[in-house]
């Protein structure tokens, strides 16, 4: 199995590798279905670029997610439906959140996390434009209770850490989705707008009935900055909660990887560069140091080119050295595609010479202009980058 983005996808050659699921849980796509191209532009359409597809030269290659399957489903129909009540009765003074739920819910994902205590983060980013708020608070509570795992913090404050990150952009749900969704620059005026979501989402929490207090906070101080340059209040960093900057880290990188109408995703090496580059300015630096860890830049089934002109999928990453995954070579330096008996592996570890170059969208390199390629070497600073935002 491998990951491809869908716009480079030969029509009706490969199958679906993953079932794709909405935030209800709903069946889209089921795993083994021919991708056709009436498919491929749906989901494209959808806001899904990356998909897993079954390929017999990565057969071999498994994917197995920081959450199962099961569990995402579970929460995400629990943060939809819930959601939905703040959209719907968003004039209303209170609404009946229950806290309950999301208190089961942040315990099943904690449950998982235990089990694999140094997995990486791996979640598989199929997210659209209409579900981003939903699929976006179950991916920074996730990235969220982590970052908690690794600061040692006890089982309570874990629990009051991963409220306050899946409660962290309900204020969104008051906000206009023609603003929160619109294609081009927000004016000024739609910016503002939209920066309320932070004081709005703690007017919704603080009526909230069983909620702790200091994962109310969250949905209001996520957004200030350590340089003191964010919002509502300009705090500092020895002034923002500590739960708001670990959700400040958890936001800005799931934001980074996800594509949005009003611009293109960023590929996990990218985010994670960007995010390491706001360390001590935007985000806490220490917290940016424990997150790196536990990010794989390049996810298992990712394609990519190696400074020795070798092509290959990367199959296994070990804890500790992320940057060093195992490689499935395909393809030799020369750019033959192998046969099959001569497919080799190269772990990167045992050849400290050998980098990742680029990143390959495609299935096939032949298939996709060099120009689309994520080169490796070019000087980040000649490379445009988004705005550090988060959501």
Same mark, same amino acid.
């Given at each position: +199995?491998?990951?491809?983005?869908?716009?480079?996808?030969?029509?009706?050659?490969?199958?679906?590798?993953?079932?794709?699921?909405?935030?209800?849980?709903?069946?889209?796509?089921?795993?083994?279905?021919?991708?056709?191209?009436?498919?491929?532009?749906?989901?494209?359409?959808?806001?899904?670029?990356?998909?897993?597809?079954?390929?017999?030269?990565?057969?071999? #290659?498994?994917?197995?997610?920081?959450?199962?399957?099961?569990?995402? %489903?579970?929460?995400?129909?629990?943060?939809?439906?819930?959601?939905?009540?703040?959209?719907?009765?968003?004039?209303?003074?209170?609404?009946?959140?229950? *806290?309950?739920?999301?208190?089961? $819910?942040?315990?099943?994902?904690?449950?998982?996390?235990?089990?694999?205590?140094?997995? @990486?983060?791996?979640? !598989?980013?199929?997210? *659209?434009?209409?579900?981003?708020?939903?699929?976006?608070?179950?991916?920074?509570?996730?990235?969220?209770?982590? !970052?908690? +795992?690794?600061?040692?913090?006890?089982?309570?404050?874990? %629990?009051?850490?991963? @409220?306050? $990150?899946?409660? =962290?952009?309900?204020?969104? +749900?008051?906000?206009?989705?023609?603003?929160?969704?619109?294609?081009?620059?927000?004016?000024?005026?739609?910016?503002? @707008?939209?920066?309320? =979501?932070? &004081?709005?989402?703690?007017?919704?929490?603080?009526?909230?009935?069983?909620?702790?207090?200091?994962?109310?906070?969250?949905?209001?101080?996520? =957004?200030?900055?350590?340089?003191?340059?964010?919002?509502?209040?300009?705090?500092?960093?020895?002034?923002?909660?500590?739960?708001?900057?670990?959700?400040?880290?958890?936001?800005?990188?799931?934001?980074? &990887?996800?594509?949005?109408?009003?611009?293109?995703?960023?590929l996990p =090496?990218?985010?994670?560069?960007?995010?390491?580059?706001?360390a001590g300015?935007?985000?806490?630096?220490?917290?940016?140091?424990?997150?790196?860890?536990? #990010?794989?830049?390049?996810?298992?089934? *990712?394609?990519?080119?190696?400074? *020795?002109?070798?092509?290959?999928?990367?199959?296994? !990453?070990?804890?500790?050295?992320? +940057?060093?995954?195992?490689?499935?070579?395909?393809?030799?330096?020369?750019?033959?595609?192998?046969?099959?008996?001569? #497919?080799?592996?190269?772990?990167?570890?045992?050849?400290?010479?050998?980098?990742?170059?680029?990143?390959?969208?495609?299935i096939d390199?032949?298939?996709?202009?060099?120009?689309?390629?994520?080169?490796?070497?070019?000087?980040?600073?000649?490379?445009?980058?988004?705005? !550090?935002?988060?959501?």
């Open positions: +199995m491998r990951i491809a983005n869908v716009k480079y996808i030969p029509p009706g050659l490969y199958r679906l590798g993953l079932n794709i699921y909405d935030t209800r849980g709903h069946l889209l796509l089921a795993k083994g279905v021919l991708l056709t191209q009436i498919y491929l532009d749906k989901l494209y359409d959808l806001g899904i670029s990356e998909i897993y597809v079954e390929d017999s030269s990565t057969e071999d #290659i498994n994917i197995k997610e920081t959450i199962s399957p099961e569990t995402k %489903r579970e929460v995400l129909n629990i943060i939809t439906k819930e959601f939905t009540k703040v959209s719907s009765f968003k004039n209303e003074k209170k609404v009946n959140i229950q *806290t309950k739920l999301f208190q089961e $819910a942040v315990d099943s994902m904690l449950e998982e996390l235990r089990t694999n205590k140094s997995a @990486l983060l791996t979640l !598989i980013n199929l997210k *659209t434009f209409d579900d981003y708020t939903y699929v976006h608070s179950f991916n920074v509570t996730v990235y969220a209770l982590v !970052i908690g +795992m690794d600061l040692y913090l006890n089982e309570e404050k874990l %629990r009051k850490l991963g @409220l306050g $990150a899946i409660f =962290h952009d309900i204020g969104k +749900m008051v906000i206009p989705p023609e603003i929160l969704n619109k294609e081009g620059a927000l004016t000024s005026e739609e910016f503002e @707008l939209i920066k309320t =979501h932070t &004081t709005e989402g703690y007017k919704i929490l603080k009526d909230v009935p069983n909620l702790p207090a200091v994962s109310r906070h969250v949905s209001l101080s996520h =957004h200030e900055r350590c340089d003191g340059k964010g919002y509502p209040k300009g705090l500092t960093c020895d002034q923002i909660p500590l739960f708001s900057r670990v959700v400040a880290v958890a936001d800005v990188y799931d934001a980074l &990887t996800t594509r949005r109408p009003y611009r293109a995703k960023v =090496h990218e985010a994670l560069e960007i995010v390491m580059a706001s300015s935007h985000l806490d630096f220490e917290l940016v140091k424990i997150f790196e860890k536990r #990010i794989a830049p390049y996810p298992i089934g *990712t394609t990519v080119k190696l400074t *020795t002109g070798e092509i290959g999928v990367v199959k296994d !990453i070990k804890y500790g050295f992320t +940057m060093r995954p195992t490689i499935k070579i395909l393809y030799d330096k020369k750019g033959n595609k192998l046969p099959p008996e001569k #497919i080799y592996e190269l772990d990167l570890i045992k050849h400290p010479s050998i980098l990742v170059k680029e990143v390959i969208l495609s390199p032949k298939d996709m202009p060099q120009a689309i390629y994520v080169n490796m070497e070019k000087n980040s600073s000649q490379r445009e980058r988004p705005t !550090i935002s988060g959501s």
